[in-house]
């Protein structure tokens, strides 16, 4: 290029995208007339806007090949940091107008545990695809430490499960609560007392999820606070799979009534043990200071309690509805 030293002052600091624009497609085309043409704009505009580049950055941006401009070592350094630039600025109002008409569609990403996927979220998922039918839901089946994992590492919009203890960073509120039953096969003699307590359920071996899990750590909590010792036969994932080995007499469990459905009466004995076992919370973990996006909002509004109420149990056993 020319010497710059006789050209006027050209003052781009009010709008740099232009400048940088000028520059990028001289890079790309090779040459300032054509810039010019691409950018509807006169050869004169395009020089001036290269120049003030110049005595901006202190360097010369570019060289000549022939008939043809090349950028210079600096320039090339120049042309790949601020190409991305350009081009997200540039289709920044489409991109724009298209979230703005998706605010409704999209993708929501839910991390939950198979309880809550099994027992929890089907009438909840079918409220919601009524109201967001263009929305992608996808579940993500994990554990709670593993998503809180998925939550912070932005792999997950939100958890919706029980949270034992709820880490600083995120917020959980509660959405409803379900009491803890004791399930054992029919007959067992501790299905005929009258009245349960902790040292006559810990005189039989335990069927409970893996430690790893809110409902091993809850039971475990509860027997260590009363310092009553206890045993676990079997640790093993799944209600479905806890209820069937129960009903084959390979021990006992404590299960939240969330996943009791009314045929399991017919194989099991199942009794409240709410005044033994605090009740199991479900509700909606977020990442404290982060916004919920439209399709997390209006998936937390359809949960609601009337759709998480649970078959109730008298003390004998007896489903009350």
């Known amino acids: 290029m020319p010497k710059t030293a006789a050209s006027p002052r050209f003052s781009y600091k009010s709008d740099r995208l232009k400048p940088l624009r000028a520059f990028c497609q001289t890079v790309r085309l090779g040459s300032v007339s054509r810039a010019a043409e691409a950018l ?12 003030a580049l110049e005595r901006e950055f202190g360097v010369v941006l ?9 950028p210079s070592r600096e320039g090339q350094l120049l042309y790949e940091m ?20 998706g605010l409704d569609a999209g993708e929501l990403r839910i991390a939950a ?16 695809r009524e109201s967001q039918p263009n929305v992608r839901l996808s579940l993500h089946n994990a554990i709670t430490a593993d998503g809180t994992d998925l939550l912070r590492n932005d792999d997950a919009d939100l958890i919706v499960g029980s949270l034992l203890d709820v880490p600083s960073d995120l917020s959980y509120e509660t959405v409803q609560r379900f009491e803890q039953m004791l399930i054992t096969p029919p007959g067992h003699p501790l299905s005929q007392l009258p009245r349960l307590e902790l040292a006559q359920i810990a005189q039989y071996p335990l069927i409970l999820p893996p430690r790893r899990q809110v409902t091993w750590r809850l039971v475990d909590r509860v027997f260590q606070q ?21 009903a ?22 199942i009794r409240p043990v709410g005044t033994l076992f ?11 200071g982060r916004p919920l996006s439209a399709q997390a909002r209006a998936f937390i509004e359809c949960i609601q ?9 008298d003390q004998t056993g007896h489903s009350e509805r």
């Open 278 to 288: 605090p009740p199991r919370t479900y509700g909606v973990a977020v990442r404290r």
């Open 62 to 70: 570019f060289e000549r090949a022939g008939r043809r401009l090349v």
């Open 40 to 51: 509807f704009i006169s050869q004169p505009a395009v020089t001036l806007q290269l120049q």
């Open 113 to 128: 545990n198979s309880t809550t996927i099994l027992y929890l979220l089907p009438a909840i998922v079918a409220k919601f």
């Open 82 to 101: 601020a190409q991305p630039l350009v081009e997200n600025l540039d289709g920044l109002v489409e991109r724009f107008r298209d979230k703005v008409s």
């Open 248 to 269: 084959l007499d390979m021990g006992i469990s404590i299960v939240p009534a969330l996943c009791l459905a009314p045929d399991d009466a017919r194989q099991l004995a």
């Open 305 to 313: 309690p009337d759709l998480l109420s649970p078959r109730s149990y």
């Open 226 to 246: 009363q310092r009553v010792p206890y045993s676990v036969s079997l640790e093993v994932g799944g209600w479905e799979v806890i209820k069937q080995y129960v």
